[in-house]
């Protein structure tokens, strides 16, 4: 008779966070930002310190590692540029092929997705929204909330983070408040 030794996996992901040594966190202000938001005027008005979201990364593996995974948290905070709500910068992935899950935590917002055509779709996000990302599609999340939204994320390892189409091309629809409410809008 062989016994095993039982092994304590990492204690990271508690009450919905991401803690410890071995989380990799990253901030977003709005003077990270700029250009993402349309009204420009506005986005001058805003203080550039202020913090629009948070991630928190668990990353296992070399990047370059094939059948790795990662496993990440945002939190999105509440806020509006002129009519524009609060998001994330979005991205393709570099690998072309990568897929990734997200799933609702607390709050809620729109996820929108672009493909390479620039068409779009967009679900809602919800705490226990569950969203498979397909791949080559382009990922950005919304806060259409008035309370933190909060979004767990598991991408492989070598996904790889092409934000430069973005940053110059944008995304063909942005979420505004129109008449108190959020629409998807077609540029
Ligand atoms: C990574 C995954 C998320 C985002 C995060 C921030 O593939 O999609 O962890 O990095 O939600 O969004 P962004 O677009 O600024 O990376
Ligand atoms: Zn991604």
């Known amino acids: 008779m062989k016994t095993h030794e039982i092994i304590n996996p990492p204690n990271l992901f508690m009450?919905?966070?991401?803690?410890?040594?071995?989380?990799?966190?990253?901030?977003?202000?709005?003077?990270?930002?700029?250009?993402?938001?349309?009204?420009?005027?506005?986005?001058?008005?805003?203080?550039?310190?202020?913090?629009?979201?948070?991630?928190?990364?668990?990353?296992?593996?070399?990047?370059?590692?094939?059948?790795?995974?990662?496993?990440?948290?945002?939190?999105?905070?509440?806020?509006?540029?002129?009519?524009?709500y609060f998001m994330t910068k979005g991205h393709f992935h570099t690998c072309e092929k990568s897929?990734?899950?997200?799933?609702?935590?607390?709050?809620?917002?729109?996820?929108?997705?672009?493909?390479?055509?620039?068409?779009?779709?967009?679900?809602?996000?919800?705490?226990?929204?569950?969203?498979?990302i397909k791949a080559g599609m382009a990922h950005r999340v919304v806060n259409t909330g008035s309370t933190l939204l909060s979004f767990g994320a598991c991408w492989p390892s070598d996904a790889g983070h092409n934000y430069d189409e973005i940053a110059c091309n944008g995304f063909s629809a942005r979420v505004l408040e129109i008449n108190g409410l959020p629409q998807l809008i077609s540029l």
């Open 99 to 132: 897929t990734e899950y997200y799933w609702g935590i607390e709050g809620e917002g729109l996820l929108v997705l672009m493909d390479q055509e620039r068409n779009i779709r967009s679900e809602k996000m919800f705490p226990g929204s569950l969203h498979y």
């Open 15 to 84: 009450q919905n966070l991401l803690v410890g040594d071995e989380v990799q966190k990253s901030r977003r202000r709005l003077g990270d930002l700029m250009g993402l938001f349309q009204d420009h005027q506005s986005f001058e008005l805003t203080s550039p310190d202020e913090l629009v979201y948070e991630v928190y990364s668990y990353i296992p593996a070399d990047e370059k590692s094939q059948g790795e995974l990662n496993f990440g948290v945002t939190r999105l905070y509440p806020g509006k540029i002129g009519k524009e």
